[in-house]
């Protein structure tokens, strides 16, 4: 579904991602690990196509991603800081862009949300602005913002790392019921517990590099990577 190829970013002088390749398979759920500044934030945005490649290109379903107009609405992304506009409410911050990009009408989308809403138990929230709610519950907002394109992939860039345990649970519940339906996930998450339970496969960054691209229990268990084992022992 998707295709890595040789994938390099660079900020200015500084190599970010080095000849990054690897390939994501339609239902996969694989997790990208690291320790902070190896570039995981900076490979999903790229992914996500909201930041250019420096070389080489990303190819979805076959076809060059800077090639597929509505390339947004088939990759979907989840950020650490929820991102949802502080001035909308619920329900206008999830019918905002399938309505703009004329894919629903306005009743559709609404009628959409708010089935979405009364899945994960906040359809009484719909006309709050997001500042009334938990962290918990903006994030699982954000998550049905995303839901409402019908994406075939979701990015997820440490979706719980600002939140409470509380709430991280609710929210991981909800990307759990998401990996029961077969959805492709890419999950950067410190969530290792987690992580061991929905990834199959586990890409490690070091440096910009894939130092490791195994299954659960090889990454886990039977690494011989020195900055692998390094970094799950420093989590741990
Ligand atoms: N917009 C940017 N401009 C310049 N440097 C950046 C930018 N975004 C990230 N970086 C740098 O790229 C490196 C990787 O960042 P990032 O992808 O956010 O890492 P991670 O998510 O793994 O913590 C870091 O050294 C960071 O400082
Ligand atoms: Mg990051």
Do not use: W
């Not at 996500?48 to 290109?57: A, F, G």
């Amino acid at each position: 579904m998707l295709e890595i190829k040789n994938l390099c970013k660079n900020y200015g002088e500084h190599r970010v991602l080095d000849n990054i390749s690897f390939n994501v398979d339609k239902g996969e759920v694989i997790a990208i690990i690291g320790g902070s500044g190896c570039g995981k934030s900076t490979l999903l945005r790229c992914l996500n196509h909201i930041e250019e490649v420096t070389e080489r290109e990303i190819l979805f379903n076959g076809k060059n991603i800077n090639d597929i107009p509505n390339y947004h609405q088939k990759v979907g992304m989840v950020f650490q800081q929820f991102n949802l506009f502080p001035h909308l409410s619920v329900i206008d911050n999830i019918t905002l862009a399938p309505v703009k990009l004329h894919l629903m009408t306005k009743d559709e989308a609404t009628k959409k949300a708010r089935k979405l809403l009364k899945d994960i138990n906040l359809l009484e929230k719909e006309n709050s602005k997001p500042g009334n709610l938990s962290g918990g519950e903006q994030q699982r907002v954000a998550i049905v913002r995303t839901l409402m394109m019908n994406p075939d992939v979701i990015l997820f860039d440490e979706p719980t790392s600002s939140l409470d345990p509380e709430m991280t649970k609710e929210v991981l519940e909800l990307i759990k019921k998401l990996v029961d339906t077969n959805m492709t996930i890419l999950i950067v998450s410190h969530e290792l517990g987690f992580v061991r339970d929905v990834a199959k496969r586990i890409i490690f960054l070091n440096k910009g590099k894939i130092a490791s691209d195994d299954n659960v229990k090889n990454t886990f268990e039977n690494s011989t990577n020195k900055e692998l084992k390094k970094f799950l022992s420093n989590i741990n």
